[in-house]
């Protein structure tokens, strides 16, 4: 047996069933972040036995990766498992990236970078063309918040509002230069924009 595994065997109870909130966490939130509060345990155990959760996942042909910078452990599963996006949520996920990047160095909350929720508008606006009406642009914020990438701080609908740029996102776009990032949006923006054409102004975007 995988040495790493004989390590289960020998934790506590208690341990095991840190270990099994930790598997849960990674398997349906797809990251551990370090700076969120209903996280922090989880990511302590899981940097403390980073070892035996790699060797649990192993075995499903799964995977899992951590950055001690940025205080992120992710689960990476296999091709079939990948999460598909729509063309609209790609490059909204585009913009964040290209948002995170420009935040660094600037005054933070807890330790995260900050944007308010018109920022992300008004980019959209000049890299992609793209203006979203409030009800598909809050499906888009409700969206990532489900994927752990973003955090709206106040009310949804609230262009004021500040969203929290997790250090998830580098995760989901790493090794991208800023250069390469616009001109992704740009492409995947003149695709959804043909796509689109006859699309209804309620349910999709303005451009």
């Known amino acids: 047996m995988d040495e ?14 840190q270990f099994r909130i930790v598997l849960n966490i990674l398997l349906t939130e797809n990251f551990i972040l370090r700076s969120l509060e209903s996280h922090s345990r989880a990511y302590r155990f899981a940097a403390a036995n980073f070892e035996i959760v790699e060797a649990y996942l192993d075995l499903a042909g799964w995977g899992v990766r951590r950055d001690e910078n940025l205080g992120v452990i992710s689960f990476t599963g296999p091709p079939a498992a990948r999460l598909q996006l729509r063309k609209d949520e790609s490059i ?14 600037e005054l933070v909350i807890h330790g995260e970078r900050t944007v308010r929720q018109q920022e992300i508008q008004d980019r959209l606006r000049s890299v992609a063309d793209i203006s979203y009406r409030k009800t ?6 409700r969206r990532f918040q489900a994927l752990r990438l973003i955090q709206v701080v106040g009310a949804e609908e609230d262009p004021e509002a500040t969203v929290i740029l997790y250090p998830s996102i580098p995760f989901v776009l790493d090794g991208a ?22 699309e209804d102004d309620e349910d999709g975007a303005d451009r």
């Not at 790493?4 to 069933?17: A, H, N, V």
């Open 177 to 198: 230069s800023l250069k390469e990032i616009i001109e992704r949006i740009a492409s995947y923006a003149a695709g959804a924009s043909e796509d689109d054409d006859n």
């Open 136 to 141: 598909p642009f809050v499906a888009l914020l």
């Open 92 to 105: 909204f996920l585009l913009v964040i990236r290209l948002l995170y990047e420009e935040k660094a160095g």
């Open 4 to 17: 790493r595994l004989l390590r289960y065997q020998k934790l506590s109870e208690t341990d095991r069933e």
